[in-house]
DNA sequence: TATTAGCACTCGATTCTACCGAGTGCTAAA
DNA sequence: TTTAGCACTCGGTAGAATCGAGTGCTAATA
């Protein structure tokens, strides 16, 4: 997938006031319209007291400088994706509605689950406040340390081994032996293989032993399948919730199709949301993130932690033209309401 | 979600062999075209020897039949869901195609890891073999006995309850405690839970221990939380390949939302192929399969066995005018690999 | 100098009309 | 029973006419 650097906000990038009042007009307009916004309309809604010639003359410099656009001559303006940046840095904090802030309140007081579960669920939650679609991404255990593991015998020649890592996260790994495992066989292995890994990472050297009997071969083995897996990008869960929204957000079906097509490879979902937020960015729009087949979207972005520690992130993808300070108050308050939630949970540890 | 019988397939669906060979002609036209049929075009494609003057006779009465429908006066004929149904009722089963028997091939020889990802996987190979839609249901276990149960400290008032089910399936639960558990109570209740648990099923009764010590709270704790989840539909995994298709098989913008929204929906879709199967069929037509905002969709079902056991489910989700004999051919062809991966995987053991 | 009223002009969207032609149903002959 | 022939239907397409929202420019004004 070819990238485009994402946009440095310049620090060229100031209005007088009130050519930055006539483009927020004209951006709000064609949020709510979709359609190409004129100058009288602007002249009536925005609170700028001058005629629909000025408001006009103004709009030739905003599409000069490059915030407007025309889809055609003696056609309103439109935001480029420029006018939209512009638009939203200079957005003050919008707030989530009641109807939207008892929802939230409501999910997250009956909530309950593993953290998979609550991810997934969470991600439709905010796909319903926002009616756009959803992304919810949590970060793996790569780097988590492991808490024990379990050799369970499925039947005599085939192996579950089962891995608890710190951040409380769980995996299974089949193992196939070419022998008949005895029950006893199967709980020494277990021993040695707990022995031998707690405490370590996943893809760290570990001292197998080399004899050729049934259990040191399991052990053998088990280490095996295990670490095969540490150099995936491991882990990484990825919940879209409400991907028929998508359907709602665009309107040519070829555009739903691409955007659809994207969100199906979580490794380029993941990639997208983790681009977006090492640029510290909130929001990238339209080509400010490099997947060309999204230009036509905006993805709003916000981190969620656990104890600190960066541990994912939650998103929302829409058109350009969504609703950015709806959307990115619900996404700020569900991201900080998750973060609150894991952190709730540990508290009760401390 | 109000659902219609499933048709029964009537015995006096016959239609002597020059209508049935009109029918048909107008069926696979019409699945090439997407366009109404004329009465000249099958007289040049089918090879009935009849000029289309009768095949206009003929198409009259097939349309009486209710076989066949006229978008309007003048416009050649369309298939109803009954025509298809009679097409695939009397369709003979199709091959599937060299590049694509290859790919089953090389996909089968390659694919790794737990049942979760060969599902998954498999959603997607047989998307991309078919260009449907496709879904994956893998049941759950919730009648597999448990083989080995382990708790975990995460922390001291944190722990991780990791079970481990004859089926090869792994659940993990939290367990929250209110007072600080040691190393050796949470080895000790690990240890009593193996000798509660062990050989039961979710949901059955266990005599648990009365007395009020950490130990025996813990065990209490881990027991209910994981019965907890016994009465809901668990376990049932569903996987969606190629939702992207959609968007290709439909062309009304709002066909396609109201199909995304009906396969966001997990518990939907794992009843629509279970119903479908119930009634012992391969193939569910338009309104055949109750599901209202489906009734331009066709869904085609293949059952997954492990060991003879029906052990879930692969299906295909096109237009009604998909390509019945490829798709079909390439869902039995899956299924079949499916199928014999895991016996494969099975009498390794044996 | 900045603003504005006025005006000619542009051009997509809409409506209307004419017309084409694929396809039908019917009839009468083979 | 089949078929050639034919009048008829009606959705789709292409043009022409029109509409009107919106523009850019100019000249007058504060």
Redesign the interface.
């Known amino acids: 997938m070819a990238r485009r650097a994402i946009r440095q906000p310049s620090p060229a990038d100031d209005l007088d006031s009130r050519k930055a009042r006539i483009l927020e007009a004209v951006v709000r307009e064609h949020i709510d319209t979709a359609q190409p916004v004129g100058s009288s309309s602007v002249a009536a809604t925005s609170h700028v007291a001058v005629s629909s010639a000025t408001i006009r003359s103004e709009m030739v410099a905003l599409e000069r400088e490059g915030y407007l656009a025309q889809p055609h001559t003696s056609a309103g303006r439109v935001p480029t994706d420029k006018g939209y940046r512009y638009f939203v840095d200079h957005l003050q904090a919008g707030v989530v509605g009641e109807a939207q802030q008892q929802q939230i309140k409501e999910f997250f007081a009956n909530v309950r689950g ?1 953290v998979e579960d609550v991810l997934a669920q969470t991600s439709t939650l905010l796909s319903r406040l926002t009616s756009y679609t959803s992304v919810v991404v949590g970060t793996g255990h790569a780097e988590s340390a492991i ?2 593991t ?1 050799l ?7 192996q ?1 081994l ?1 891995t ?1 890592f ?1 951040d ?1 996260s ?1 995996t ?3 193992v ?1 032996s070419t022998f008949d495992v005895s029950h006893v066989e199967v709980v020494e292995a277990s021993r040695q293989l707990n022995a031998l890994l707690i405490g370590t990472v996943l893809g760290a050297r570990v001292q197998v032993p080399s004899r050729t009997d049934h259990v040191a071969t399991l052990v053998r083995e088990a280490v095996a399948t295990l670490h095969a897996e540490a150099p995936t990008i491991d882990g990484e869960q990825v919940f879209i ?4 929204k ?3 957000s665009f ?1 040519g ?2 555009t ?3 955007v ?2 994207i ?2 490879q979580e490794l380029l979902v993941v990639s997208l949301v983790q681009d977006i937020l090492d640029q510290g960015l909130s929001v990238a729009i339209g080509s400010e993130h490099g997947f060309e087949p999204l230009v036509s979207c905006a993805v709003i972005v916000a981190p969620v932690t656990i104890d600190g520690h960066p541990s994912g992130a939650i998103g929302l993808l829409g058109p350009t033209r969504m609703k950015y300070s709806e959307a990115m108050a619900a996404a700020r308050a569900v991201s900080a309401q998750l973060t609150q939630h894991f952190d709730g ?2 508290r ?3």
């Open positions: 593993e808490l024990s379990q369970v015998n499925l039947d005599a020649r085939h579950l089962v608890v710190a409380g769980v299974k790994h089949s196939l919730g409400g991907s028929s998508v359907a709602e309107d079906v070829e739903v199709r691409q659809l097509a969100l199906e949970e540990d009760a540890n401390h």
